[in-house]
């Protein structure tokens, strides 16, 4: 059975004219590019966010754009000013004539550097800033399969694994993993041996009627997640921040996944261990919360 990636779009033809961001300039998708000398190019040296647009308007658009902040100060990255970016984000929309079913990959880099090698202060820019963003509606025609492998998500003295970094090596080898086991994403465990996250989304399970999710020690700081963390505690379904294990896994009644790109997305099967419902009744009820919230209109929360 073919894999299924979890950032898997719908065809857009529109796609291929897009307008692409590129440090002041908004330049055709074949045109745009960055220098071989970049930060980023030489050594994965920057930060992104992704972006989802619900009728007009970002999703949590400040908790991007404060992650962002924090992730750019953890590496010493010198952001140009939040005004300047979310004009730069809006200019973008408006060249590509975007309102709804949108998503934005906002990245910052270091900057070029004068010599190929990785100490900063060989940086002879500013940092680069780039935004793509394109007409994108999730093609999920089945819930997705995991395998746990051998990758873990490790300590944040060595790469904070909350931080949303270019520098993704070790979730891709885990999604390579994946795939050659016919999975379609990679479980990964911590360093405990607890379940943690997958190799690009945040993981849930449900039992009895339950929410669990990892502590959060080891995974990424996912805005997502905490959405639905706080839409279950608000409307009467117990959630739980908490170490667990493979077992809990394969026995549990339903499980998710979350992200800005496909919000909320049904496992089908861990390690070959077919789960309940796929989606479940708490993923369906979770989801609906979900929708409900973005596509609220400003300034008015559903049931958080």
């Not at 930060?47 to 619900?54: A, D, F, K, Q, S």
């Not at 911590?190 to 999710?213: E, M, P, Q, R, Y």
């Not at 790109?261 to 789960?275: C, H, K, M, N």
Request: net charge negative.
């Amino acid at each position: 059975m073919d894999t299924l990636s979890t950032h898997e779009a719908l065809p857009d033809p529109r796609n291929a004219d897009i307008l692409i961001w590129v440090d002041g300039d908004l330049v055709p998708r074949p045109q745009a590019k960055v220098s071989v000398y970049d930060s980023g190019f030489l050594l994965g040296d920057g930060v992104w966010e992704g972006l989802r647009l619900y009728d007009g308007r970002w999703a949590f658009l400040d908790a991007h754009m404060d992650r962002l902040e924090e992730a750019a100060r953890a590496l010493d990255i010198a952001l140009p000013p939040r005004g300047k970016i979310l004009a730069a984000l809006e200019a973008t929309r408006e060249a590509n004539s975007m309102t709804s079913d949108a998503h934005a990959r906002l990245m910052v880099t270091r900057g070029r550097k004068r010599l190929p090698f990785q100490h900063p202060g060989l940086t002879e820019t500013a940092p680069t800033l780039v935004i793509i963003m394109e007409h994108s509606v999730p093609a999920a025609p089945r819930p997705v399969r995991l395998a746990t492998v051998p990758h873990i998500r490790g300590l944040p003295m060595s790469q904070d694994p909350k931080l949303n970094t270019h520098s993704k090596v070790n979730c891709v080898l885990a999604c390579i993993a994946a795939e050659k086991a016919g999975a379609d994403e990679a479980l990964m465990l911590d360093v405990h041996g607890f379940v943690s996250t997958t190799n690009a989304c945040n993981f849930f399970i449900v039992k009895k009627g339950g929410l669990w999710t990892s502590t959060g020690d080891y995974c990424f700081n996912g805005i997502t997640r905490q959405a639905v963390i706080d839409l279950a505690r608000a409307n009467g379904i117990p959630c739980h921040e908490r170490n667990f294990s493979l077992v809990d896994c394969y026995c549990a009644e339903e499980a998710f996944l979350t992200g800005t790109f496909g919000a909320q997305t049904p496992v089908e099967s861990i390690d070959g261990r077919v789960l309940g419902a796929a989606p479940g009744p708490v993923t369906i009820r979770l989801r609906d919360l979900y929708r409900e919230l973005v596509e609220s209109p400003p300034g008015e929360k559903q049931g958080i």
